[in-house]
């Protein structure tokens, strides 16, 4: 009898020590402006293509080569939804399909008909952000770094106070490290950009410098080279700028798994604002580039299924990811308008 009571203890035991690995206690919210699921899940577009540096004969390996990051380690251990190939479909659900209304979409779990400009002003809709940062584990440890300076008013930083670094602000903090206050003067050296952007590299750099000083719990990261690519009508470049964030992400899991305070407890969600057009149309999206309502979303991290590429039929829409990121932290998003359902199979095994 004493033997079976410890051999149900200790079973009991590896039980908890299971569930215990598989808390997700911080997140990492990743937005790439633009980026199509064309690319991500087929590669290098054979009709725009300019050159051979992303070029091989299959899709499988056309979309290795351009994202190896994607589709090595988060499709090993992760989840990636959009493939439309496959019946399986991500979308926006507001009516705009661009950038203010697709971000302020996602990370509000709210379409918000008002929301119609990328010029509209502080955005009156609580975001999960703010939400989290009113948690007493998570309060002041809630940051967001962005290429785009819109991101200022799409989260509403004067109402809630959170740490939300644009283009050309620095850092301000009386422990930033030497790293960190190099990078803060980086930015004030290279040349301009885009308008009212900076380089993706460097809001990377700004980011990871932050984590390894600070360790915030959350961390919103917003890409926007891929866009302002896509816009110029460079599809060489759009490509390198997607192959340069899919090296940021892996470097940046890298660096989380090597740290104690975030290993084998942090989960990332990447996703897009919005996608493009097709043919002639790529360059743009909103109403009159047809299809730029289609996106995609990548999951990784503890407690999250390992499905790959998945490849069942189903509907996802961006309204959704909110609430799936407070549900992976064990939380309900509440806010000042309604919040779209989360995405179970994120998070629950089937």
């Avoid at 002003?121 to 007493?136: G, I, R, W």
């Avoid at 290429?147 to 106070?161: E, K, Q, T, V």
């Avoid at 407690?303 to 490849?311: F, K």
């Amino acid at each position: 009898m004493k033997i079976r009571l410890l051999v149900f203890l200790l079973l009991l035991s590896l039980g908890g020590f299971a569930q215990q690995q598989d808390k997700v206690e911080n997140i990492i919210l990743i937005s790439i402006d633009g980026l199509r699921w064309q690319e991500v899940f087929k590669g290098a577009d054979s009709l725009l293509i300019e050159n051979k540096k992303f070029w091989v004969d299959t899709e499988a390996e056309r979309r290795e080569k351009l994202m190896p990051f994607f589709w090595n380690t988060i499709a090993s251990k992760g989840q990636l939804y959009g493939n439309r190939a496959l019946g399986n479909k991500v979308d926006v659900k507001n009516e705009y399909w661009f950038s203010y209304p697709g971000r302020s979409e996602t990370l509000c779990g709210y379409y918000d008909p008002k929301v119609n400009s990328n010029e509209y002003p502080n955005n009156p809709n609580e975001n999960v952000l703010e939400f989290f940062n009113k948690h007493q584990d998570y309060h002041g440890k809630v940051v967001t770094f962005a290429s785009w300076d819109a991101l200022g008013r799409i989260l509403n930083r004067d109402r809630n106070g959170m740490l939300v670094n644009l283009p050309g602000e620095d850092v301000l903090d009386k422990n930033n490290s030497e790293a960190q206050h190099l990078i803060n003067e980086l930015q004030h050296l290279i040349p301009d950009h885009f308008h009212e952007c900076r380089p993706d590299e460097l809001t990377f750099m700004m980011t990871k410098a932050y984590i390894q000083n600070h360790h915030p719990k959350v961390v919103h990261i917003d890409f926007g080279d891929t866009d302002n690519y896509g816009h110029s009508g460079e599809y060489a470049k759009y490509l390198s700028a997607a192959n340069r964030i899919d090296k940021m992400i892996s470097n940046l899991w890298n660096t989380l798994q090597n740290d104690p305070f975030y290993k084998d407890k942090t989960a990332i969600l990447v996703y897009p604002d919005h996608g493009r057009g097709t043919g002639d149309k790529w360059t743009d999206h909103g109403t009159g580039a047809p299809h730029s309502n289609e996106t995609w979303l990548v999951a990784l991290g503890p407690g999250i299924p390992t499905l790959g590429e998945v490849a069942v039929e189903g509907q996802i829409y961006q309204d959704q990811i909110a609430q799936t990121a407070a549900h992976l932290l064990g939380m309900t998003f509440k806010a000042n308008h309604p919040v779209g359902a989360s995405i179970e199979s994120v998070y629950v095994a089937k």
